[in-house]
């Protein structure tokens, strides 16, 4: 799986796939799924680097203090909005606004659609960010986005 960046703009992202195939209703739930489980972890706040406590402490977490006061006066850092999954022949695409979610997001998503690829379908690319010249972005599909 080849990953991609180009122009980006967290407030305001697309994210393409592109698949070996034209996906089936299986795949593409296995996809949606995991893009909706990764939205919804960044609308709670799930992506905040800044309280990081278990990663900082490293490996041994054995009888570890939990610092509830350092997790609360953390700055906010949540994802806004996410449009519908479409899809157009062997192509995917899901506009985000990631709001201040840190960009560790990226690495768990990026990490997490290496394993779909591996297990359930071969993903060729994903490309974060810009526009696809296979799948152009019009007014029309990024108006209905921006009502949130």
């Known amino acids: 799986m080849q990953i991609k960046f180009r122009e980006f703009n967290p407030f305001d ?30 609308k709670l706040g799930g992506f905040n680097a800044e309280n990081f406590q278990v990663m900082e402490t490293g490996v041994d977490i054995n009888y570890m203090e939990y610092d509830l006061d350092r997790a609360s006066n ?17 192509w995917g695409r899901c506009w985000f606004d990631l709001g201040t979610s840190d960009p560790v997001a990226l690495d768990i998503l990026l990490n997490s659609l290496q ?14 960010g810009g526009e696809n010249e296979d799948w152009k972005i019009n007014e029309k599909n990024q108006e209905r986005f921006y009502q949130n």
């Open 13 to 42: 992202v697309w994210i393409w796939l592109e698949f070996d195939h034209v996906p089936s209703i299986t795949e593409r739930q296995y996809v949606e799924e995991l893009f909706n489980s990764w939205f919804y972890l960044g």
């Open 115 to 128: 394993q779909l690829s591996q297990d359930f379908l071969n993903i060729q690319q994903v490309i974060i």
């Open 74 to 90: 953390s700055l906010l850092s949540v994802m806004h909005n996410m449009s519908e999954f479409e899809y157009k022949e062997t």
